[in-house]
């Protein structure tokens, strides 16, 4: 939206009139309606926190600076609008921190993450350290159970078909890096398959 082809890669030589128009047009001022455009638009497509949506937003506006398409701006001016956009949007319950972390910690466990991986994200995502440990907490899921389900997941351990003695090591390792515990990683590759997942399979001896 913010800059034509004509701008961004048009050509640089005195060869056009659509050269001229486009150098001659102002930059376009930031100001609080900019800002909360760009907000609103983003959230319509992201599901995000606050952290990222003023992260999203800084970023965007110093590449549009850089480009030429906004005019320069006060940079603790352009903070406090952007702190502005946020608590507005926080407000009428657009940005919903706790509910971000909820939904983003029961998603990753139902995907067999383990505590530690789900903490991580969250962290990265900005989610303070309270609320990523409520949030894991409200899954109500344990890591032997995430362990099983991605184990599952990738047909590992009792869920392999074939070779599954010789794959032992590897399919304990593989739950190791996903951050499982060696022990809790052992108990889950060498344990029984369960008899909802088939008529149940012997475990494996050391």
Avoid at 14 to 35: E, F
Avoid at 94 to 110: C, E, M, N, T, V
Wanted: hydrophobic share 35%; proline share 5%; glycine share 10%.
């Amino acid at each position: 939206m913010f800059g034509s082809g004509a701008r961004r890669g048009g050509s640089t030589g005195d060869d056009g009139c659509g050269s001229a128009a486009a150098a001659a047009k102002p930059p376009r001022p930031i100001d609080q309606t900019l800002i909360h455009e760009m907000a609103k638009r983003y959230l319509e497509r992201y599901e995000a926190n606050a952290h990222r949506v003023e992260n999203f937003l800084a970023q965007k506006i110093a590449r549009g600076l850089r480009a030429g398409w906004y005019a320069e701006v006060d940079p603790d001016a352009l903070s406090a609008m952007i702190a502005t956009t946020v608590s507005t949007a926080q407000r009428i319950g657009l940005i919903d921190d706790k509910g971000y972390a909820g939904r983003r910690a029961a998603s990753l466990s139902r995907r067999g993450k383990s505590a530690s991986r789900i903490a991580l994200d969250l962290r990265s995502r900005g989610v303070d350290a309270d609320l990523t440990q409520s949030a894991i907490a409200e899954t109500e899921t344990t890591d032997a159970e995430r362990a099983r389900l991605l184990a599952r997941r990738k047909r590992i351990g009792p869920w392999r078909s074939v070779a599954r003695a010789e794959n032992r090591d590897k399919d304990i390792a593989r739950l190791c890096r996903a951050g499982f515990s060696p022990g809790l990683a052992k108990s889950v590759i060498d344990a029984p398959l369960p008899d909802s997942d088939g008529e149940g399979a012997p475990p494996l001896s050391e």
